[in-house]
């Protein structure tokens, strides 16, 4: 029986020139700083939404109020209204 013997030497070399680096290729290239710019549409809608906040935060403070001190009432018929509205009048 003959067995070839086959030089395992020359795959480890050819393996270890594939993971061989130049040194060009080390140096990352310089990377840009991100940048980031709000149209002025965008500017006033935030504003907007901050009015709208404020006077949302009002609100609510003045249902907390309400609830904290036992005068807060439910009108069951507007919440009937906006159930009858939500689940049939899509």
Do not use: C
């Not at 609100?59 to 069951?76: F, M, T």
Request: hydrophobic content about 35%.
């Amino acid at each position: 029986m003959n067995i070839d013997k086959t030089n395992g030497s020359s795959f480890i070399q050819s393996y270890q020139k594939q993971m061989q680096v130049t040194p060009a290729a080390k140096v990352r290239p310089l990377q840009q700083e991100d940048h980031l710019q709000i149209s002025s549409e965008a500017k006033a809608m935030f504003e907007k939404n901050t009015e709208a906040d404020i006077a949302r935060q009002e609100k609510v403070q003045l249902l907390k109020a309400q609830v904290a001190s036992g005068e807060y009432q439910v009108d069951s018929g507007k919440v009937a209204d906006k159930l009858h509205e939500y689940w049939f009048d899509k």
